[in-house]
């Protein structure tokens, strides 16, 4: 039976992401400030990589702004990617879509004909840009199961096409992979009660839908808890998606691979939503940002000068405008980047 105000909460479940999620880009005007500067050393025949091209906000604003570069979008998800070239057919041939996880991208690069993947090769990467998480595009599309606020099959894939779904990982992982997972990609104290009680209940059924995970979820987490902190599903639901889809993963492996494809002068930005995102974006490019020679010699050794210097000033965050106008941007921390020139290292 469903804990008592559970019961209120499902019959109250008029649950709608903000509709200006999917046609908001976050943060745009600042993501094209801080490629502007790399965009004009390349000069015509600039190619962005939009990494996360979602519904294709970013994009679009990007080929606007800068009418002499061309993007390279990337989505794991056909459906996106599809609606996203529809989107940005009125550029034509400055923009390509590409579907592959966007750790990828190297290989889509090296490998694909056409005159954008061709400058890219010869001259590098001008910028780059990765708006890390679930797009709000995927949020609003309730079949796919990212939302706990809509009862909806525990899916969870942002490639409909690979084969591990939230309810495969509910119903097969044992009590250590589960509380380990949303202990580590969800933060959760009650891990373990978590995983206790999913064990319990996957033996009465198999779980199929997110409504009967968010009553399981009211179940196990102490009432105290649930009144602070936000919606008691957020952080197993997070937990789900992540493992899923292999993000961190992904994310880890992507940036040597994008600060190798940028030119001299490139730019990458990493829009983070949570802090598990934000924590290895920061490790991997502080070492990037930092001399190896050793504390006290007046120079560089060689090989240890730094490669890359910081474009922005700790974590960058939304301004409380835009938050008013977008709450999709509150959490968001972006940091970047530029490849220093081999003239000046």
Do not use: C
């Not at 091209?53 to 979008?73: D, K, Q």
């Not at 459906?79 to 400055?94: G, V």
């Not at 990765?130 to 809509?150: H, I, N, P, T």
């Amino acid at each position: 039976m469903a804990h008592k105000d559970n019961a209120a909460h499902i019959a109250d479940m008029d649950f709608r992401v903000d509709p200006n999620h999917g046609h908001v880009p976050v943060m745009r005007d600042r993501m094209a400030d801080l490629l502007a500067p790399a965009v004009e050393v390349f000069g015509a025949g600039a190619v962005i990589v939009d990494a996360t091209l979602g519904a294709g906000g970013h994009t679009e604003h990007f080929l606007r702004r800068f009418p002499g570069a061309s993007v390279i979008g990337v989505d794991r998800d056909p459906a996106a990617l599809r609606d996203a070239t529809e989107r940005l057919a009125p550029f034509a041939d400055r923009f390509v879509g590409v579907q592959a996880r966007f750790d990828d991208i190297g290989t889509a690069i090296r490998d694909r004909d056409g005159a954008i993947f061709d400058a890219a090769r010869t001259h590098g990467v001008a910028g780059a840009l990765f708006d890390l998480g679930v797009s709000s595009m995927q949020l609003d599309q309730e079949e796919r199961g990212f939302a706990y606020k809509v009862d909806a099959p525990l899916d969870m894939r942002m490639d409909p096409t690979t084969t591990l779904t939230a309810a495969d990982v509910l119903n097969t992982y044992s009590h250590g992979e589960l509380a380990r997972i949303l202990k580590t990609y969800g933060d959760e104290r009650f891990a373990g009660k978590i995983a206790s009680h999913i064990l319990k209940e996957r033996e009465k059924a198999p779980f199929e839908r997110s409504a009967r995970l968010v009553e399981l979820l009211y179940q196990a987490i102490p009432a105290a808890t649930r009144r602070t902190g936000g919606h008691p599903a957020k952080r197993t639901f997070q937990a789900l998606r992540i493992e899923v889809n292999g993000e961190l993963d992904a994310l880890r492996a992507v940036i040597p691979v994008i600060t190798d494809l940028l030119g001299p002068g490139g730019r990458a930005v990493f829009m983070s939503y949570q802090s598990l995102e934000d924590k290895i974006v920061k490790n991997a490019l502080t070492s990037l940002t930092t001399s190896t020679t050793p504390t006290g010699l007046p120079m560089d050794l060689p090989g240890t000068a730094a490669t890359f210097r910081w474009i922005t000033h700790g974590a960058e965050k939304a301004s409380e405008a835009e938050i008013d106008q977008n709450s999709r941007a509150a959490p968001v921390r972006v940091r970047g980047v530029e490849k220093l020139r081999t003239d000046n290292p």
